[in-house]
């Protein structure tokens, strides 16, 4: 099998995307394109803190203040296992260019960095427009390392210029079809949860005294499959398309717009079956109302594992340990020992030095060996 396709093949497990040539301009109609700032009157507080977080920050147009990756002298430049292919990040007029250099073809190219795609809290990618179609850079940022690295599914030492971003993954990076030189539809924001909220603020609008929510989906009351569907439509790993990008709203049954989930795909990983993992645990399985907001609030950055933990308590006040070296006090150990860390079998970026792995946290939820959670 040629490096190419391997690299292709690899590919398609990051993205959990199709590759072609296909534009990646989705066609279904979205109504809402920034739905935060038609919430903010009356949601205000709620919009500030979820502006903060990954999800909101897991796309946006390129720039100096969105571009993790350093564009300083000796450290803007990747070199590769091969010494005559390297990437110089630069800035220029008209903004942050990638440039590929190989020598031995006597080629220099400079693409411009488009969009970004991650929040950067473990890493980003980055891509670029070429008329209505959205490529993929070869270069990546990993935070772990802060350093420029071959982005997932590329193989280090050889040039791809060709990878085309399909619309299944703007469609779990983004909350509407991305346009070039458009500013909107960046981020994972209001309606991509609670669908497009038109006819809830003009009747809200009108009626300024009625507090009960009217024409909107609100999650919470959509039941355990329902709600589940919310979130599994970008964190249930790899699945067919039936439907357009950005042709699912929240509410409607998620089985008319992707097939089921890739056999034998239940992975940790960054577009791994997460939701798949957590409803075979015995935790979802003994406890009828638990979603994915049982531990997340989707509204705020949540990042200490300690008050992640306190979840636990719900069902296990007082957990008994055969090891009297653990407490029975929910703490982030709680978290680390029954949802370790693992490295992804996936997203693994070849380097001249080596592979490097990123980790993820698994939601299957469970009693793991010791030496499961080495490396945390």
Same mark, same amino acid.
């Given at each position: 099998m040629?490096?190419?396709l391997?690299?292709?093949l690899a590919?398609?497990?990051?993205?959990?995307?199709?590759?072609?040539?296909?534009?990646a301009v989705?066609?279904a109609?979205?109504?809402?394109?920034?739905?935060?700032?038609?919430?903010?009157?009356?949601?205000?507080d709620?919009v500030e803190?979820s502006?903060e977080?990954?999800?909101?920050?897991?796309?946006?147009?390129?720039?100096?203040e969105?571009?993790?990756?350093?564009?300083?002298?000796?450290r803007?430049?990747?070199?590769?296992?091969?010494p005559a292919l390297s990437?110089?990040?630069?800035?220029?007029?008209? !903004?942050?260019? =990638?440039?590929?250099?190989? $020598? #031995?073809?006597?080629? %220099?190219? +400079?693409? @411009?960095?488009?969009v970004?795609? *991650?929040?950067?809290?473990?890493?980003?990618?980055?891509?670029?427009?070429?008329?209505?179609?959205?490529?993929?850079?070869?270069?990546?940022w990993?935070?772990?390392?802060?350093?420029?690295?071959n982005?997932?599914g590329?193989?280090?030492?050889?040039?791809?210029?060709e990878?085309?971003?399909?619309p299944?993954c703007?469609?779990?990076?983004?909350s509407a079809?991305l346009?070039?030189?458009?500013?909107k539809g960046?981020?994972?924001?209001?309606?991509?949860?609670?669908?497009? !909220?038109?006819? =809830?603020v003009a009747?809200h $609008? #009108?009626?300024?005294g %009625?507090? +009960?929510? @009217?024409?909107?989906?609100?999650? *919470?009351k959509?039941?355990?499959?329902?709600?589940?569907?919310?979130?599994?439509?970008?964190h249930?790993?790899?699945?067919?398309?039936?439907?357009?990008?950005?042709s699912?709203?929240?509410?409607?049954?998620?089985e008319?717009?992707l097939?089921?989930?890739?056999?034998?795909?239940d992975?940790?990983d960054?577009?791994?079956?997460?939701v798949?993992?957590?409803?075979?645990?015995?935790?979802?399985q003994?406890?009828?109302?638990?979603?994915?907001?049982?531990?997340?609030?989707?509204?705020?950055?949540?990042r200490?594992?300690d008050a992640l933990?306190?979840?636990c308590?719900?069902?296990?006040?007082?957990?008994?340990?055969?090891?009297?070296?653990?407490?029975?006090?929910?703490?982030?150990g709680?978290v680390?020992?029954?949802?370790p860390n693992?490295?992804s079998?996936l997203?693994?970026?070849?380097?001249?030095?080596?592979?490097?792995?990123?980790?993820?946290?698994?939601?299957a939820i469970?009693?793991?060996?010791a030496?499961?959670?080495?490396?945390?």
């Amino acid at each position: 099998m040629s490096r190419r396709l391997l690299g292709l093949l690899a590919l398609v497990a990051w993205s959990g995307c199709k590759v072609g040539t296909a534009p990646a301009v989705a066609v279904a109609p979205v109504k809402a394109e920034d739905s935060a700032a038609s919430c903010r009157p009356c949601h205000g507080d709620i919009v500030e803190r979820s502006a903060e977080t990954a999800h909101a920050h897991t796309s946006a147009p390129a720039s100096e203040e969105t571009v993790r990756g350093s564009f300083a002298p000796g450290r803007n430049l990747l070199r590769t296992g091969n010494p005559a292919l390297s990437f110089l990040m630069e800035k220029r007029d008209g !903004g942050l260019f =990638h440039v590929s250099r190989d $020598s #031995a073809r006597g080629l %220099e190219r +400079a693409d @411009r960095f488009d969009v970004v795609f *991650g929040s950067g809290r473990k890493g980003q990618t980055y891509l670029y427009w070429r008329g209505q179609a959205l490529l993929q850079l070869q270069v990546s940022w990993l935070r772990e390392a802060d350093a420029w690295m071959n982005g997932p599914g590329y193989t280090d030492g050889v040039l791809d210029l060709e990878r085309v971003v399909m619309p299944r993954c703007v469609e779990c990076h983004a909350s509407a079809p991305l346009k070039p030189g458009d500013g909107k539809g960046f981020g994972v924001t209001c309606a991509s949860c609670h669908g497009d !909220g038109t006819a =809830h603020v003009a009747w809200h $609008s #009108a009626h300024p005294g %009625e507090k +009960a929510g @009217r024409d909107i989906v609100h999650p *919470g009351k959509l039941g355990q499959e329902k709600a589940l569907e919310g979130c599994a439509v970008c964190h249930s790993g790899m699945r067919s398309m039936k439907s357009p990008a950005f042709s699912w709203h929240p509410g409607e049954p998620l089985e008319g717009h992707l097939g089921p989930p890739a056999p034998g795909r239940d992975v940790v990983d960054a577009h791994g079956n997460q939701v798949g993992l957590l409803a075979k645990t015995k935790c979802f399985q003994g406890s009828p109302g638990m979603t994915c907001s049982t531990c997340h609030d989707v509204h705020q950055t949540q990042r200490s594992l300690d008050a992640l933990a306190a979840s636990c308590t719900g069902c296990h006040a007082a957990p008994k340990h055969t090891d009297p070296a653990i407490s029975s006090a929910p703490s982030a150990g709680c978290v680390e020992c029954h949802m370790p860390n693992v490295p992804s079998g996936l997203i693994r970026l070849q380097t001249p030095a080596g592979v490097v792995a990123q980790k993820y946290r698994s939601h299957a939820i469970g009693i793991y060996p010791a030496a499961a959670g080495q490396g945390r």
